[in-house]
């Protein structure tokens, strides 16, 4: 059986290090693992020469503009990472037959619905984050119509900045704390997702198209981080919940960003875990380090 070449880029993120805990030890797997001083995903030329070289045969795209409140002061350098990039990375792939997996965002909806969103709801960003990742979809399935994107929410991990991290800092390091508790979504840990892209890259047949994916349930970033303090062992900070009205930021956020899994669970037949469960799975790597 050959070998599967397998592109990532944004490899020194929360994703792209997840990904190689799924990757390294498959003896059916060539990965090939690049960051910014690797590969420039905004330098078409540099794209091609990687795909072609390297013979190519998947693209995950975990390379990213995350700073959500940055962004709303940086639209140039978020366009060029959200957009323009995908959209190389779509040409080549079409170009040479890779599939592409892209991740996306809860963020390309505004969040004013009362159930979980569906694939198939309109978009409808109210951040430059989200309108970035909004028109990257776009441009890669318009481009590349085999590809596969992945939306996705709260990400976490032991690895990078995350709000899991955070809550824990700010925890062992303040008397109180106050937390948004009108925001309601569901965590991912990133762990869970790299294993799903690699069960769609393992899978017999490819399923091209839009998926949801985060843990299941759904919770406040207040309850969040009540969870995260229990399970980190922190009971010096007292958390007091409070509005989004009463913590302003750069970006308008979601106020319900809950995704309907049905479709990938489906497709993959897969079962995805609790919160919960992912969350105390990772403390315990982060706390046993």
Known sequence: MDKKN???TGVNGQLGHEMRKVLDGDIFVNAIYTDVEELDITNAQAIEECVMSNKVDYIVNCAAFTAVDAAESNVELCTKLNVEAPTLLAQAAHRHGAKLIHISTDYV??????????EDDPVCPTSVYGSTKADGERHILEIAPESIVIRTAWLYSPHGKNFVK???ELGRSRETLRVV?????TPTYALDLASVIKTFIDSEQWHPGIYHFSNEGAISWYDFTMAIHRLAGITSCYVLPCTTNDYPTPATRPHYSVLDKSKIK?????????WAESLEQCIHSMLNV
């Open 266 to 274: 489906a497709t993959l037949g897969i079962e995805i875990p609790h």
């Open 6 to 8: 397998i592109l990532i």
């Open 181 to 185: 508790c009108d925001q309601i979504g």
């Open 166 to 168: 955070t809550m824990i």
């Open 109 to 118: 909806f505004d969040g004013t619905n009362c159930r979980p969103y569906r």
